[in-house]
Each structure stands twice: as structure tokens, then as C-alpha cells.
């Protein structure tokens, strides 16, 4: 039981130091492949068991090692943020996995912006126009196609790795720059690069064939750029660690309520073991 209870707070560590670590540049992959496989882990160990079942043993087994030796709670979760940090580390650099998709992340204050090249001057540049009656026609699963803020993207490859599943075939052959803004992070924008082909040509006979934005869309646009650009979808790191610390508080309270020797029937004890 006290080793349960210790993962589970070594676990809560290794969560947090995630996210610290996509908080700062040099750091900012290795703390996107740590929430990949903390938030993805259920998707982890079916694709990939075996480095899903090295990653955890040597976490489990290094929290352990450190506990027995040190006796100390705060060492082993310690050591095991530590360990759990290099494994994951190895395994990137040994690329045991997809993480070529999971690690090229690239920040962005706003959805209207691009880090690196912007895609759409690359699209300008190096790639032919591509006419909206031909983005219609590749709407199959064996041959998707869809538009990304005037960017022709093929996603046939990709579809089936979808991390959101299927759902992305739904929009083979239409313009999805508004549902792409508003599931994915803006700093998803810079994976787009490998999936653009073109860019839509915006030429009057094809824009007859082109849904017409309502004003609606537009004022919904608008109005999720400002709150973006103001801050208000940022994770509040402040907000997880009060959070995790009342979990925790809590916590100890119930087990202290539960061992502590107390007057028999007491209400205490009553309340601790609800």
C-alpha cells in the first residue's frame, strides 16, 4: 500500500516536471514526449508494449531501488522523475516510436501563425496552385485531401494515425481550417509542413464552387484569435499544482484519519474512511 500510494505521487511529480519542461525551449520536446506518454498511455501500450513496459519497469523499479535505499519519500520520487526523464529521453533519441510526429512541436501565441516558415509562403513558393473542384474530388479514405487556412494538405498517409481517430476523414475535401483551430493547439500548425502539397488558387470560377463564410464564422474567428492573442486557452501551471496539492492534502488526511489510534466509534475515523 505505501508503494502504491508512493507511485501515485511519483506519477503526479513526473506529470508536473512535463510540463515544466515544455516551458522552456531547450526542454520543450523532452517535456512533449513525457505528456505524450502520460496523457496518451492507454494508446502507448497498444501500439507500442514493449517500450510502454521498459519506460514503466525502469520508472517503477528505480522509485523503488531509491525508496529502499534512501528511505526517504522525497529522494524516490526524485529519482524517479529522474530516471523516467532519461528513459523516455533514450528511447527519443533511439527513435522507439513515432516520434518524429510527437517531438516537432512548435509554440504559437496565436492560431494565425506559423513558427518557422510560414506555410503558406512556402506553399507560394515551392508548390503548384491547386483549384478548389480538385481539392472536392479527393474525398475518399484511400484519398484525402483537405485545406488547412488556404493550404492544400494529402492526410491519406496520416488518417489512420490520426491521434483523433477517423473523424478526420469527415473533412476529405473541404476546408477545415475552422475545426483544425478549434481541436489542436496552435503549436500543432508547424506539423502541417510534411502534409502540404499546394496551395488553393482562389480564381472566380472557383470561388462560385467555395461555401461562402457566414458572419457568424467570421465574428467566431475573429473572436477566438483575440482570445488566444490575450490568453485565456494558456494551461495555468499554478492551477494544476494547487489542485494536485489539495489531492494530496486530502489524501493524507484520510489515511492519517483511518492509522491514527482514535477513541472507538469515533467520528473521526468514520469520516476518514469515507
Known sequence: LAFQFLSVLAGIAYICAGNLCRR???????????????????????????????????????????????????????????????IVSFST???????????????????????????????????????????VSHNTPDDAWLVVDDVVLDVTAFAPHHPGGSIILKFAGTDASDQFAAFHRPRVRARLN????????????????????????????????????????????????????IGFGLAVLAVALVLVPLPPGSWCRCMGAG
Open 93 to 135: 533519441v533511439l527513435r522507439w516510436g513515432p516520434e518524429s510526429q510527437t517531438s516537432q512541436v512548435a509554440h504559437s501565441s496565436s492560431p494565425s501563425t506559423f513558427q518557422g516558415p510560414d506555410l503558406r509562403q512556402k506553399a507560394s513558393r515551392d508548390f503548384k496552385d491547386i483549384k478548389w473542384v480538385e481539392v
Open 24 to 86: 522552456w525551449g531547450p526542454t520543450r520536446r523532452l517535456g512533449d514526449v513525457i505528456t505524450d506518454r502520460t496523457m496518451r498511455a492507454a494508446h502507448n501500450w497498444a501500439e507500442w508494449p514493449v517500450r510502454s513496459l521498459v519506460e514503466t519497469g525502469t520508472w517503477l523499479l528505480s522509485i523503488y531501488a531509491s525508496s529502499i535505499l534512501s528511505g526517504s519519500m522525497l529522494a524516490a520520487m526524485g529519482c524517479g522523475t529522474l530516471a523516467g526523464c532519461a
Open 194 to 245: 510534411q502534409f502540404a502539397i499546394g496551395k488553393l488558387d482562389k480564381e472566380i470560377s472557383d470561388a462560385e464552387a467555395m461555401d461562402k463564410a457566414s458572419s457568424a464564422t467570421l465574428e467566431y474567428r475573429a473572436l477566438r484569435e483575440r482570445l488566444w492573442k490575450e490568453g485565456y486557452f494558456e494551461p495555468s501551471m499554478r492551477y494544476f499544482v494547487v489542485k494536485a496539492c
